[in-house]
């Protein structure tokens, strides 16, 4: 992942894995199992501390595709870090 001057650090995960990492790989339904995989949150935590989340939620798994999933939570978490930053973030030397 680039990292521009005002993110430190991103993560990616689906629901499904953090549901069973938080339940300690407890058995879901098979349907539940199937949906918290469509959804793929992109985490960033940026230099000032602060973090913001992404999420992106494919409605049929068929058109599931989880380079384009990550890529619309960053840009869904970018987006909120702007807001929160008033406009004046900066990546890859240049202010979105």
Known sequence: MVKGNGIAEEYYFTAQDGVLYATGG????PSDFDVL???TLCVLILKDGSEV???SICADPALSNP????ATARRRALTKAFLHHGGTLTLVGRVV
């Open 26 to 29: 407890g058995r879901l339904p």
């Open 37 to 39: 995989g469509r959804i």
């Open 53 to 55: 989340i992404g999420e």
């Open 67 to 70: 380079e384009v999933e990550r």
